[in-house]
């Protein structure tokens, strides 16, 4: 219920002024108001007026009820300086519109060029008051918007840039074989899943969703990714907090049993079409739908495959009415907190692309409520693992895989640590440094 | 003259405002849900309608529309859901990128349109007829996002001529603004390093944008000029004794220019329109690439500003070509 | 026309800028990083994806940090069905 930080007292703004429990009040409390970005994390559970400033240096949270998630999602409401942001408001706006291109942090980059949509120049702070990892670190960097993979890849080949982030799974494995340049992989909690509609149409039946699951064909999902890639053991990724492995229950893929309980939902021979939703343009998630297709030929279903872009999936996705009978999916956890995942079951997620198969039991519903006022762990892990088994055995999406995490570096930048809470293609720059022995002659 | 130009511009105005009620109708036909896009994923209903308010998406349409148009005549294009940014702001940024590109590549497609359409008219039937021929029906067959990606390919990545994207290198200031066009602007202030450097970053995507039209402009042209050959005042030049270069480039060439002209309208319009997938793959900061994204993302007030620029545009050059006739042809009088 | 096409070869030779890796400016070594997904606000209030939220970690610090730490995998490893460890 109340959560205390004490502040260490080093700690300036890029202005120089200090942090202090303030601008944390400030910055919670700016958030809270504006009801955008990360205000979701907090937004029930906390109000403004449960911020306590206990002294320059400690800060003090009163959230309404029990929270357990609160750890998690405070690393990503980031501290601002009160004084820069209030100095630019403009008609009660609290600064927004100054903010879009200029900053008010403590963090170890300032901005130094900023041009949006082309690049943004990122400066190193010297002395920056956590110091540094290394002391080759890098001067700054330049986040440099080249949105075609095939362009980023010509790009790192010819040195225009030094790290890619998004190049095709093929092309990783090149450029892991390419002189001067390596390609860190890790796993990633990022699962792929093709979610049915539980409330509406063929897949609204329990049986038929399983005979799809058992139709399946894994394997296919690890080729796609050339192997770069794990099945899910669990509704959860595969080492989150709160997983559990269940790989003795996965659905893989096994065409008797689908056809027994194509037989329990009363089509033995099938003899319907469902149609698979995918993001337009996302090669893998087409050839997802073509393996999805064959499998399901087996069962007597036919699949039509539909390309839409994301607006328009996520739309269609919003209402049970609408969600397509099989829809691709990407999620990625934001906050390290099994809530996070467990939400995704819940009806509170109605609207959300995460729930386009719109899955609600009771029993799911009430433990994701009870495990998130739950403050102790063991008893938390308990209620993680009952929803867990019985999300499995309702079956509300084909549960697939994780693919990992690739980036391609050049080799004289270094030190790059992987955290997997990060969101998908985003790097720490902080801990990058330069090994000069690498470094080519300019 | 003066009332022509009157009608035409008034014409102008009803075009736009036709244009206008249809884009901003049919974007919003398709069932998506900006405001919750841009709230995020995770964004709860209360955050979702907030933002909806804020963006005046709560409104009901027509009076989203009423207010789109009050906005416009105080030159407020509305505010991007998904940059934050004022939408005039935004067009103000990206918009001479992609004119810069433009009219670079038409300039570069007529200069050599011309000369090559001549030439290959004049040796109609020799070798380098055929070569000409076969580069223009290239141009009219291959598609320009797979030549964009060749040319970067082979330019770029293997032979490493060019640079693959972008519009300036880093450390290369730009030039100081007067047009905004980097290569004009260069020029003026003798920043030969900046003009050096986005020349080299024009080259490919002026290339790829401007093949198609390269290649009409060459097979307009060698007919025009073939045609023209044959006539009675160019046999009546050749025999007063001009020199042959003269003939050709001045006699012939300023009766085989109109046509070319009339290309030039419509392909600017064309080439407005190609900026889209050229810009993506040369990752060129123009409105192409801007106005992609933002119907990728349903974003409603940047697809309504891209679209009204490019069809103002389109509308003054068209006007600006058919002015230009009558310089071109004496004959043609404006009623 | 031959003084044409000598006059566009040479042009072909001598424009190009030969692309360089990394950048030395004022005697600070900067990297580029290649991105698919732009940025479009310096406010941690308001937006968040990833490529906001690389910046916004660059730029601002909050009260705790991430730092869940997984091995790198050996290269070539078999990926297929190894579990990862729980946390």
Known sequence: MTWTFYLVKNAKFHNGDPVTAEAVKFSFERTLKLKKGPAWMLLNVLDPEGIEVVDDYTIRFHLKKPYAPFAAAVPWWYIMNPNQVMAHEENGDYGQAWLRDHEAGSGPFKIREWKSGEYYWLEAVDDYWKGWPHPDHIGGYIFKLIREAATQKQALLTGEIDIAEGVTPEDFDILAQTPGIYVPEYRGWTTFGIKMNTKKGYTANPMIRKAICYAFDYDALIDIYGGHAILETSPFPTGFKGYVDLSEWMYRQDLDKAKQYMAMAGYPEGGFELEYVYVAGLEEERQIGLVLQSCLAEIGIKVKLVPLIWPEMVARGAKAETAPDLVAVFVTPVMNDPDAVAIQYHPMSEGAYYYMHHYENPRVTALVDKARVTVDWEERAKMYDEIQRIILYDAPEIFGMLYNRRWALREYVQGFKFCPMRMTSEIDMYYLYIDKEKLPPK | ?335 | ?87
């Open chain 2, 1 to 335: 003259m003066l009332n022509y130009i009157l009608r035409r511009l008034l014409l102008l105005v009803l075009t736009l405002l036709g244009l206008s009620v249809l884009t901003f109708f049919i974007a919003r036909v398709a069932p998506t849900d900006p405001a919750r896009l841009a709230a995020g994923p995770y964004a709860t209903e209360e955050m979702v309608e907030q933002l909806r308010k804020e963006f005046g998406l709560d409104k009901p349409l027509v009076t989203q529309y009423l207010l789109y148009l009050r906005g416009i005549l105080r030159g407020d294009l509305g505010r991007s859901l998904r940059t934050r940014h004022p939408v005039t702001e935004d067009l103000g940024r990206f918009f001479p990128a992609t004119l810069e590109l433009v009219l670079f590549s038409l300039g570069f497609a007529v200069v050599l349109g011309i000369f090559l359409g001549t030439l290959s008219a004049v040796y109609h039937d020799r070798w380098i007829d055929q070569f000409v021929r076969l580069l223009s029906i290239s141009g009219l067959g291959l598609p320009p996002f797979w030549l964009a990606l060749m040319l970067q390919f082979l330019f770029a990545t293997i032979f490493r001529l060019f640079p693959v994207s972008g519009r300036l290198s880093f450390g290369v200031t730009p030039p100081t603004p007067i047009t905004h066009l980097y290569l004009v602007d260069s020029l003026i202030t003798g920043n030969w390093r900046a003009f050096v450097d986005s020349l080299s970053h024009i080259i490919l995507p002026a290339i790829s944008l401007s093949f198609p039209a390269l290649a009409s402009i060459i097979r307009i042209n060698r007919a025009d000029v073939l045609d023209v050959l044959n006539k009675e005042f160019i046999t009546s030049a050749r025999a007063k004794g001009l020199p042959e270069r003269v003939v050709i480039w001045k006699h012939m060439l300023r009766n085989a220019l109109i046509p070319t002209t009339t290309m030039i309208g419509l392909r600017f319009g064309w080439m407005l329109g190609g900026t889209v997938l050229v810009e993506t793959v040369f990752n060129w900061p123009g409105i192409g690439l801007y106005g992609v994204q933002s119907a990728i993302y349903s974003d409603f007030a940047p697809i309504m500003g891209v679209t009204l620029l490019i069809g103002f545009s389109f509308c003054l050059v068209n006007l600006l070509v058919d002015l230009l006739y009558g310089v071109l042809d004496p004959r043609i009088r404006y009623v």
């Open chain 3, 1 to 87: 026309m031959k003084r044409f096409l000598v006059g566009v070869a040479a042009l072909v030779v001598l424009l190009p800028v030969l692309a360089q890796a990394y950048e030395v400016i004022d005697g600070k070594i900067y990297v580029v990083f290649g991105a698919r997904q732009p940025v479009f606000t310096l406010d941690p209030s308001v937006h968040y994806d990833w490529s906001h939220r690389q910046i916004f970690q660059s730029v601002y610090d909050a009260l705790l940090k991430s730092l869940v730490i997984l091995p790198n995998l050996p290269p070539g490893s078999p990926n297929v069905g190894k579990p990862l460890p729980t946390l």
